[in-house]
């Protein structure tokens, strides 16, 4: 019975590959009161061990002001265009308590003064995104901006509102759309929500302002691009638990925004730390572009799949020549390759879907709007912007093409690229979610793969392996460290953490090589003009530093999303947490049936892998589970085990109930915060520590 109560407490856990940004950083942010931590007032760092920015640090800075148009201040003059009221409350609550939204903590970007500690056209792209309030687009079309990552849109329809893209957590898009009513809204109701694409800052709140029985009842239609429940979940779910940890680094999620630390994220300023949630579309939009009246306006909408999301949609208003590009055309260049981990894009099919839409809406629009930041207005500018855009992705993907059919591999790549000095000198253009470095790889990842073709690097040590030669060869711990900081105290950063990482990655309880690779990364980080990059090295600093933070890991399993899941995706992650070590001489066959949606499984355990095919019945399983999906469901998000259902009756098995305990035993919940730099993992003397750290030994991960 213990062993099946194991395998039940498994499958609720899938939900947490779906863990939000905003769900992590409400846990990250302090403890007690949930308040968020203080922005520094004033030069001094926010941790102990941290260091200022160097000589050498300022002097990269101070070159950049030299090079960016800084004299150009027309994205400024775009981002005051059309305020009706600023938002006067800057803490956001969430529904429990805790902040939500703080956008308290980003004041100190208004300072007058440069730091020398921040990249200057990253403090440019922050201060543009400090914008908090309502604003109008043109007559009809609103905007709320600042209550989260993405921008709440809001049009005018014949009997009520619009909605596009409704922020990350129901508490912000509540605020923003309380906000709206308060200055513009007339008191008419929402009409119908459209979600442009896959992401979930771009649905998370609907749930702040819509009741799903309006929805239901039809009163309200929900309208997506094909497919998209379906990549919604899939693309976060395989992964998903890397995924997360990786979000610390991307996100900077336990820094603090200061000078030092956490100083925006390009898109926005911060994920919000919310209620998430989502009410399934009523309408798909399947054709390549379709045309259909939205609450008696026309709209026409082109759907620009395996763009910035799996799943995405531009929408063109004719009869206010409004283009929304959804998040295809932002203020930045956006990722190819995200270092959270997603599937690479394609840079080629995204510049020609906006060149698509120059041509089709571009050459008679007069505003362009989307999901982050803010409009464009003028036909000029729009081409402008469009041309811009889409030359960006074409040319880094036929460039570092270029590149790689002369012989540049994965490795040299991001030394060699730049963009033409033309893209370099557009503000739209600059790197501030993705940028030229790791994109450039990602490029070549999308085609080539990892490998350089160096049979060296075919078959690699793992760097546990290789480190302690390296360290050997160098003369040891002393050499390297009295090396490593002579290369530090002359600015030579990239050389010094090739170095000392080797050290840190043999002598992982070597707190001198990690704090000075913490100094290393600190200096790289600060010169850094994506958000991106310097969040990952300020994040590698903090747990060089502090080690990974302890305490109870936020939940952040969607029941909503949950739901949305695929039965066969369900089945497949579940293959990905069997330990398959665990599952050696195991064979055996399930037949599922989930009566109310007509759906049939068999799940197969062979050859220690775990497998699944829909529409077929084995003619002797071993095992037949029929449960409805509806119930199943409750299983899924945790509200009801599966144990219950089984004793209840609301679940039928016949044959060998046992192959529950067996497959139970066999599963891995995940540690959400799993060691990325060696010897971050805080253990306490009570935790057991296992000889194997990628093996769960009683099918969970040792509660750290």
């Known amino acids: 019975m213990s062993t099946r109560r194991a395998f039940i407490k498994t499958l609720p856990a899938v939900g947490a590959a779906f863990s939000a940004a905003g769900c992590l950083l409400a846990e990250a942010r302090a403890a007690g009161d949930g308040e968020s931590p203080a922005a520094s007032a004033g030069p001094e760092h926010f941790h102990p061990k941290g260091k200022p920015p160097s000589s050498f640090t300022r002097a990269v800075l101070r070159q950049a002001r030299t090079r960016l148009p800084f004299a150009d201040d027309t994205d400024f003059e775009e981002q005051r265009r059309g305020l009706i009221a600023p938002m006067a409350d800057r803490i956001i609550r969430a529904d429990d308590g805790h902040v939500a939204w703080d956008m308290q903590q980003f004041q100190f970007l208004e300072r007058q003064d440069e730091f020398d500690s921040i990249h200057p056209s990253l403090l440019r792209i922050s201060r543009l995104n400090n914008n908090y309030g309502l604003y109008e687009v043109v007559p009809g079309i609103y905007q709320v901006r600042g209550f989260d990552l993405s921008d709440l849109t809001i049009v005018r329809g014949r009997t009520g ?66 497919d998209f429940l379906v990549h919604t979940v899939a693309e976060n779910v395989y ?41 399934a579309p009523t309408r798909y939009v399947e054709k390549l572009i379709e045309t259909f009246e939205v609450d008696g306006i026309p709209m026409v909408f082109q759907n620009t799949p395996n763009t910035e999301a799996p799943r995405e949609m531009n929408t063109y208003i004719p009869d206010r020549k409004a283009l929304w590009m959804a998040e295809n055309v932002i203020a930045s260049l956006h990722n190819i390759y995200t270092l959270r981990g997603a599937p690479v894009r394609d840079p080629l099919n995204w510049s ?16 362009m709007f989307a999901s982050h930041h803010w409009p ?42 730049a963009l033409p000095q033309s893209l370099q000198q557009t503000w739209h253009c600059r790197g501030y979610h993705g940028s030229p470095e790791h994109n450039s790889r990602g490029v070549i990842q999308r085609y080539l793969g990892f490998w350089d073709c160096n049979p060296a690097t075919l078959i690699p040590l793992a760097p546990s392996e290789s480190a302690p030669l390296y360290v050997d060869m160098m003369g040891g711990a002393e050499t390297i460290l009295a090396r490593g900081k002579r290369l530090h105290d002359a600015g030579q950063y990239l050389l010094a953490q090739e170095i000392v990482n080797k050290l840190v990655q043999a002598e992982p309880q070597n707190q001198a090589a990690k704090d000075l690779l ?23 600093a903090y747990e060089l530093r502090s080690g990974i933070p302890e305490g109870a890991t936020a939940s952040s399993s969607s029941p909503d999303v949950v739901r949305a899941m695929p039965t ?41 892998t775990l497998t699944n095919i829909a529409g077929f019945q084995a003619e002797k399983p071993d095992l037949t589970l029929t449960i409805n999906r509806s119930d199943l469901e409750q299983t899924m998000i945790g509200a009801k085990t599966l144990e219950a259902q089984i004793a209840d009756g609301t679940a039928q098995v016949e044959g060998d109930a046992g192959i529950l305990s067996r497959l139970a035993a066999t599963m ?37």
Request: some cysteine.
């Open 568 to 608: 066969e995706l369900f089945l497949n992650f579940l293959g990905i947490r069997m330990d398959s070590r665990k599952a050696e001489g195991m064979r055996f066959t399930i037949n599922l049936i989930t009566p109310d949606n007509g759906e049939r499984f068999i799940v197969e355990l062979e050859n220690a």
């Open 161 to 226: 509102w619009i909605v596009f893209d409704p922020l990350v957590s129901q508490e912000t898009a509540r605020a923003a759309w309380a906000l709206f009513q308060a200055h513009a809204g007339e008191g008419r109701p929402i009409s119908a929500v459209i979600y442009s694409h896959t992401h979930g800052d771009h649905w998370g709140g609907v749930r702040g302002i819509l009741k799903e029985e309006d929805v239901r009842s039809g009163a309200v239609p929900v309208i997506a691009p094909a």
């Open 352 to 367: 020609k879907y906006i060149n698509a839409a120059l041509y089709r809406f571009g050459r008679e629009a007069e505003v």
């Open 518 to 540: 913490a100094d290393i990364f600190e200096q790289i980080g600060y010169q850094q003009e994506n958000p991106g990059l310097r969040n990952c090295f300020l994040a590698g």
């Open 668 to 704: 891995v919940t995940f540690d959400p915060r799993f060691e990325i730099l060696p010897g971050t993992k805080v253990r306490g003397a009570a935790n057991r520590v296992q000889s194997d750290p990628y093996r769960a030994d009683s099918g969970e991960v040792v509660a750290e």
């Open 239 to 279: 992964a998903g638990n890397a995924m997360n940890r990786r979000l610390f680094y991307q996100y900077g999620l336990l820094l603090p925004a200061a000078p030092h630390g956490y100083v925006g994220q390009g898109l926005g300023q911060r994920v919000s730390a919310g209620t998430t949630g989502l009410i």
């Open 376 to 417: 464009r207005w003028g036909n000029a500018r729009i081409q402008a912007v469009l041309r811009a855009q889409r030359d960006l992705y074409a040319h880094m993907n036929n460039q570092v093409l270029h590149l790689a059919n002369q012989g540049v591999t994965i490795n040299e790549i991001h030394k060699v690229y």
